[in-house]
Each structure stands twice: as structure tokens, then as C-alpha cells.
């Protein structure tokens, strides 16, 4: 809205004679008579703009003039960068540019120093430090994740997340002086920095927490800007095409295919070419199989992970990860609890477009398998193998139409079905169910509610959940261990 009052204004400005004169003459120049307050403004913007992003020095001492260039030689300069008439004079189209909100990193390679700098690893670490108050903390860290995904999949580099003060790209919201020597402005102008790949403050990342940061296109859009400082943070400059992700002015764009071929050119200079990652949940963590966002113009609507009413339809461990499913939606955790992927269940097992009853893993064969209604599919990485099959083929009696629940115990090398209070026992190595079940779940498991919705096994506990609450259960002392609210398991 402001850009285009004070365009307005220029415009009407223009129209009056007096302007036929040299309309910028910073220094020594005649002002005319015609400048008024807009004008000022506008000339202390420009002269802003040239020394925070075109290295101009304003000559403050006569002294130094002849050696400094000029302020109408450094607005060449940005009038080139931005393939604008090189009139060397504030005109309209130069202003526009001059107001458009973008990043604050400078555009000439002059001011920056360790030029074609990079990281000398693949795997980088991120932290987000401080968040902003404008977007759930959940749809932060995902879009901060995208983000970074963005040139993961288009490099050989892994981001993992961590949650120490020393990573190598913390992430922050701020605002003005922030102790980095490059304050924040308010609303609008430089809405986020971020500095060169290095020790320290190097590939840090700052947001300006003046600006209304959203995960759609309302105010400013936290995945799009978050990709570009991050293109700062691996090494990249600004880039003169506007196609380009590097391209310095903020502008709105479609978040598929967000890279143009210069940005995947140059980070691939820097770091190589991208790498296949075959799906397998310990490496491929901030790769899930099919892009977050493909087909969606901004990132669809993330689910409240915290609701304290949030209970699972089924959760099953599956390498080092735990997928909890709930509807369509999955949340995987891997190792750490605030370390989380979500999305459509579809995202990360194409082929799976039902809610999941019951989710079970065994390792001996790296296959899940996950039950709907009366039936199961067998999921190999990410690969729904064969067709879905009826659950009578496990060995139920016909009037089982639906699973509560499964746990397999790999130990044992059973898998426990649970449907309503009673519980059944499959042998995994002969594949078939055994004789004496179905048998009571209270009485094999003590003061377990149910029905079960959900069940895991881990470190010799199997975790029951029923509702909103996880029961801890140790096996050998058939004793439940603690209850928990289930989405203690996302970190909430
Ligand atoms: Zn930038
Ligand atoms: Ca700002
Ligand atoms: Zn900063």
C-alpha cells in the first residue's frame, strides 16, 4: 500500500515543471525549489539504499569527494543490477525498486568478503533459536524445514536440526538492533539477512519480526524468504533474474519448482550435484519421498500437533523413526522429540490414501504393515508391495472386521493384534496365528483400558495408547510404568 501512495505522489510530482531540472543532486547540487518533504524522503531512502546495499559512502568530508564515486555513479549501478534505464537519476521505476521490501543482504560482491565461500561439509545443522509470535511454532520449524529442503534436494547437502546454540545456521527472529551491527527497520524495507557459510555468526539467519510473517501469501511469506536466506547461508549471491529464488526484492511466487536453472546452477558449483537418496528413515530424515509441497501453491494447512484432545488412530516404530498416524495425517518422530516431520500420509507412502487402524514394523524384514478396516498392505521404504490383502489371511475368524490396534515384539517375533478387550498372537516366523488366542487383555495386561487405539514397542516397554494418554508397560513386570498425555510423544 505505501509503495503505491508515495508512487502516486512521485508521479504528480513529475508533472510539474521545475522537474525538468536534474531531479537528484544529493550533495552540492542545487535543490530546487519544488522539493518538498516527499522528495526529502525519497533521497534519504535512495541514499539509504546505496549505502546498505551498493556500498555508496556518502561524502561527508570534501577531502575524500574525488576518490569516493558518486552517489549518481553507485545509482548506476543499482539501476544496472536491477536492469533499470542506467539515467544515473532518481526516477520512478528506480524508486519502486528502492521500495519494494527485500533481504538485506548488499547486492555488490564489494561489500561482501570470503567470496564463492561454502561449507567444507554435506551435513549442516540448524537451530531455530528465537520464534516469532505471528505463526504457531509447529508451522515455523516446518517451513524453516521446507525451506532447507528447497536446496536439499537440489545439492548433495542434509540438514539436521539441532537444538543447541551452536549450529551452524541459527535461525532467529528479531527486531532492530540486534547485535550484529546490521539493525532491522520496522515494517516493510529488509525484511530478513543472513550471513556467508563460516564459524560463528556465519550462515546465521535473521528475520525481522517487524513484519507480518505468514505461511500464505496475507503478509509475508515465511517459506519463500526463509529459501532465499538460506541460498545466502550455503554461499549464493544475489542473482539479477527475477526468476531467480536470489533475486534481492521480496516477490510472491509459486513454491513449486521455487529454484530457477541459475540458482541450481550455482549451488551445484558449489557443492556438486545432487544425490539419489533411496528412502530409508535414518538418512533420508528431511527427505520425504515425495515433495511437501507439490501441487499446492502454498504449503496446505499444518495439523495442531499440541491439541490437547489428540489421540492416534495407530503409531508404529519403523527404523529409528516413529510414525504416528492420525486420519490421513502422519507425524514421524525420529530420535529426538522436537525433531518431527509431518504431513499427508500420501507425502510419504504414495498409494496411502485411508486412515490407518493399526501400524505394525518388523525389522527382519524392513516391512510395515498397515491395516484398514478389514484390510493390510505391506510397505517396503516407502513402497506399498503387492496388493492390499484381507486380514482373514492372517488367520482372524470372519467376525473380525476391524484391528484396534498391533505391536510386534521382536524379541519374541510376535505381533500382538488388539481389537476391543480381547488380543491375539501372531508368529512372525511361521506366519500363523497361534492357538490358545484370542485371550482377554485385562488379564494379560493389568489395568491397560481399553479399546487400545495405538501400540509400540521400544526398549523392552510396550506403549499403549488409549485416547488422549500413552501407558508405559514393562512386559517382564506385567506393571504399568507411567501415563503420559499421547502427544507427549511430538514434544508437546
Ligand atoms: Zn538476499
Ligand atoms: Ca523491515
Ligand atoms: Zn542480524
Given at each position: 500500500m505505501g509503495i503505491w501512495l508515495g508512487l502516486a505522489c512521485v508521479f504528480a510530482l513529475f508533472a510539474l515543471p521545475c522537474f525538468a531540472a536534474p531531479l537528484l543532486q544529493l550533495k552540492g547540487g542545487s535543490v530546487t525549489a519544488c522539493e518538498d518533504e516527499k522528495t526529502n524522503n525519497d533521497l534519504i531512502l535512495a541514499d539509504k539504499y546505496l549505502q546498505r546495499f551498493y556500498a555508496f559512502q556518502p561524502d561527508?568530508?570534501?577531502?575524500?569527494k574525488r576518490s569516493l564515486p558518486s552517489f549518481s555513479s553507485k545509482l548506476k549501478d543499482m539501476q544496472n543490477f536491477f536492469r533499470l534505464n542506467q539515467t544515473g537519476t532518481l526516477d520512478p521505476d528506480t524508486l519502486a525498486v528502492m521500495k519494494t521490501p527485500r533481504c538485506g543482504?548488499?547486492?555488490?560482491?564489494?561489500?561482501?568478503?570470503?567470496?564463492?565461500n561454502r561449507w567444507q561439509k554435506n551435513v549442516i545443522t540448524y537451530s531455530v533459536g528465537k520464534y516469532t509470535n505471528d505463526l504457531p511454532q509447529a508451522t515455523v520449524d516446518s517451513l524453516i524445514a521446507s525451506a532447507l529442503d528447497v536446496w536439499a534436494k537440489a545439492s548433495p547437502l542434509r540438514f539436521f536440526r539441532s537444538y543447541s546454540q551452536h549450529a551452524d545456521i541459527m535461525v532467529k527472529f528479531v527486531t532492530k538492533n540486534h547485535g550484529d551491527s546490521f539493525p532491522f527497520d520496522g515494517p516493510r524495507g529488509t525484511l530478513a539477512h543472513a550471513f556467508d557459510p563460516g564459524e560463528g555468526i556465519g550462515g546465521d539467519v535473521h528475520f525481522d519480526d517487524e513484519e507480518n510473517w505468514t505461511a500464505d501469501s496475507n503478509g509475508f511469506n515465511l517459506y519463500l524468504v526463509a529459501a532465499h536466506e538460506f541460498g545466502h547461508a550455503l554461499g549464493l549471491r544475489h542473482s539479477q533474474n527475477p526468476e531467480s529464488l536470489m533475486y534481492p526484492s521480496y516477490k510472491i511466487r509459486k513454491t513449486v519448482n521455487l529454484l530457477s536453472s541459475e540458482d541450481i546452477r550455482k549451488i551445484k558449483a558449489l557443492y556438486g550435484p545432487s544425490i539419489q537418496r533411496p528412502f530409508h528413515p535414518r538418512l533420508s530424515w528431511n527427505y520425504p519421498f515425495n515433495s511437501w509441497y507439490s501441487g499446492f501453491y502454498f504449503p496446505m494447512g499444518l495439523k495442531d500437533?499440541?491439541?490437547?484432545d489428540l489421540s492416534f488412530d495407530s503409531v508404529t516404530t519403523l527404523g529409528e523413526a516413529i510414525f504416528f498416524f492420525k486420519g490421513r495425517y502422519l507425524w514421524i518422530r525420529h530420535?529426538?522429540?522436537?525433531d518431527i516431520k509431518e504431513g499427508p500420509i500420501s507425502n510419504f507412502m504414495p498409494n496411502i490414501t485411508s486412515k490407518i487402524d493399526a501400524a505394525y514394523w518388523v525389522p527382519q524384514r524392513s516391512a510395515a504393515y498397515l491395516f484398514s478396516g478389514s484390510s493390510y498392505w505391506t510397505v517396503k521404504g516407502s513402497q506399498v508391495k503387492g496388493r492390499r490383502k484381507n486380514i482373514s489371511s492372517l488367520g482372524f475368524p470372519t467376525w473380525v472386521k476391524q484391528i484396534d490396534s498391533a505391536v510386534h515384539i521382536h524379541k519374541t517375533v510376535h505381533t500382538l493384534f488388539f481389537t476391543q478387550h480381547l488380543y491375539w498372537r501372531f508368529n512372525e516366523n511361521q506366519k500363523t496365528m497361534e492357538d490358545s488366542y484370542p485371550r482377554k487383555i485385562s488379564e494379560d495386561f493389568p489395568g491397560i483400558p481399553t479399546p487400545i487405539s495405538a501400540a509400540f514397542y521400544k526398549n523392552g516397554f510396550l506403549h499403549f495408547f488409549i485416547g488422549v494418554e500413552v501407558y508405559k508397560y514393562n512386559i517382564k513386570l506385567r506393571k504399568i510404568i507411567d501415563i503420559n498425555k499421547a502427544n507427549s510423544w511430538l514434544g508437546c
Open positions: 561527508l568530508t570534501s577531502r575524500s543482504v548488499p547486492d555488490v560482491e564489494e561489500y561482501v568478503h570470503n567470496r564463492g500437533k499440541c491439541n490437547p530420535n529426538n522429540k522436537n
